[in-house]
């Protein structure tokens, strides 16, 4: 059973914080720890300045909230609303946090689509990749975590060759904050075990084919020997959207 940590950090302490370097000793450090150990040391180590972030798409963030709301009812959810989600996914974000007692806040980018069609082009309707996750997710983002020490995701390092080299957490400097990966070492399968042991709901799409979910307009199903992230940005050199890989770079603590 996890513990329950309230953390007395509660307007943070940025003198007292781990630098780079030292982050950099405890990503060794942590390796090889348990996904609750990790979240154990970032709830103690940031408390109510450290947030999740989740797209309500893949299993992986539904498992990290349910992990983290066995340790702390403290840290918030942060997720982006491009304004081209589907649905599916927007409704079940609202039904899957009402289960939950960590605060939510949406992200959405300053301009509408229909600005963004008119300032950019009528391809940023269905659209022009980079400059538009630029737009719709990556400005959004960065202007949420200006309020955050710290920040986790589920991603992980098998899910993509640029995703091989992510560290358990590592300062991250264009966000101005340390960026922890919990689920770094742990595969599908071991996610697709939590989520069904634990009961956490997942999105129906997944259930429909799809086994990575993002935008509507680039993302499809997969066939059952296609790769997981085969359905995203499908047909287009694109693999990512730029939160968790940088110019050709995986994001590491000392890029
Ligand atoms: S995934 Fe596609 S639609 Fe969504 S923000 Fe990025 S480029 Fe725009």
């Known amino acids: ?9 509660h307007f943070g302490s940025p003198d007292a914080l781990p630098g780079p370097w030292e982050l950099a000793w405890e990503a060794e450090h942590l390796e090889g720890a348990s996904p609750q150990r990790i979240l154990e040391w970032a709830v103690e180590t940031y408390g109510n300045r450290l947030a999740l972030s989740a797209s309500f798409g893949g299993p992986e963030g ?10 702390t009812d403290e840290v918030t959810v942060l997720t982006i609303d491009t304004g081209f989600l589907f649905k599916e996914t927007t409704e079940f974000r609202e039904e899957f946090m009402r289960r939950y ?27 022009n990749p980079d400059l538009c996750c630029q737009v719709r997710k990556i400005e959004p983002l960065e202007r949420a975590l200006a309020g955050y020490d710290a920040w986790m995701t589920g991603i992980r390092r098998d899910q993509t060759p640029q995703r091989a080299n992510t560290r358990i957490v590592a300062w991250e400097e264009r966000f101005g904050a340390a960026k922890f990966a919990p689920f770094a070492s742990m595969t599908e399968e071991w996610v697709h075990e939590y989520v069904a042991e634990h009961n ?6 997944l259930k429909k084919g799809y086994k990575s979910i993002g935008c509507e307009p680039q993302t499809r199903p997969v066939s059952r020997d296609e790769d997981p992230r085969a359905g995203r940005w499908s047909g287009m050199e694109k693999t990512e959207c730029g939160l968790h890989w940088v110019a050709g770079k995986a994001v590491r603590g000392d890029s």
């Open 1 to 9: 059973m996890f513990k329950t940590v309230r953390s007395e950090r």
């Open 62 to 71: 539904m498992a990290l909230i349910d992990m983290v709301s066995k340790i």
């Open 101 to 127: 007692k960590l605060p939510l806040e949406v992200l959405r980018p300053k301009l509408t689509i229909e600005e963004q069609v008119e300032r950019y082009g009528e391809r940023m309707r269905t659209c």
């Open 200 to 205: 956490v709901p997942v999105n129906p799409l």
